[in-house]
């Protein structure tokens, strides 16, 4: 068993670079031959000689990339990428496939559209928190200004507010009550003061 996990290295050795050192050789054995100029042998032997060696090496880096490749084509297979349709090696229980490229753009595009979504709803908030203090703070300075007024009023929020200097269309009196609202209000015989919301336009 030793001897045979020592011979596995040598054995891959030359199996990988068997043929490689054997067409380099007969490459530069062709050049030397050429380079010892003998009469009709160094042609004849020497350019026979460098062109087995250039086709066999050329034989010999396709056997030997065939060679590393092949673990890889057993375990992958190739598809289509789903996005841009590019051929790209996958798992072989894979059925779909997005190459690296893709997932790239689709994992920018994800974070752009998020933070653009992130900012409108951000900014959004942000209007209305600032609308709704400006609300506030317009409510408590009125009602810092409201007047109580003496006498029956309907409803009863509007006993205490402001007159507004513009009169209602009906020709009512104006009032901002005590609930924040613009009413319309107009005195009746018996003294009590009937308000209601002015109509929409």
Known sequence: ?????????????????GLMILSITLFLGG????????????????????????????????A???RKTKPITEDYQSLNCLV?????FVPKYQTVAICDECKVRVANTFKAAVFTVFTLVTLTAALGLV???QDFRR?????????????????????CGVWEATACESGEFARLC????????????????????????
């Open 1 to 17: 068993m030793d001897e045979e996990v020592k011979k596995k290295p040598i054995i891959s050795f030359f199996e990988d670079f």
């Open 31 to 62: 050049v030397y031959i050429l380079a010892l100029k003998i009469a009709f042998w160094s042609l004849f032997l020497g350019i026979a000689s460098i062109q087995i060696g250039i086709v066999l090496i050329i034989l010999a880096f396709d």
């Open 64 to 66: 030997l990339i065939k």
């Open 84 to 88: 841009c349709r590019k051929n790209t």
């Open 131 to 133: 609308k709704q203090n």
């Open 139 to 159: 409510r408590a300075a009125e009602k810092g200004n409201l007047v109580c007024e003496a006498g029956e009023w309907e409803p009863n929020e509007c006993q």
């Open 178 to 201: 005590s609930d924040g609202r613009n009413y319309c209000c107009q005195q009746e015989d018996s003294g009590k003061w009937k308000c209601f919301t002015p109509t929409p336009k």
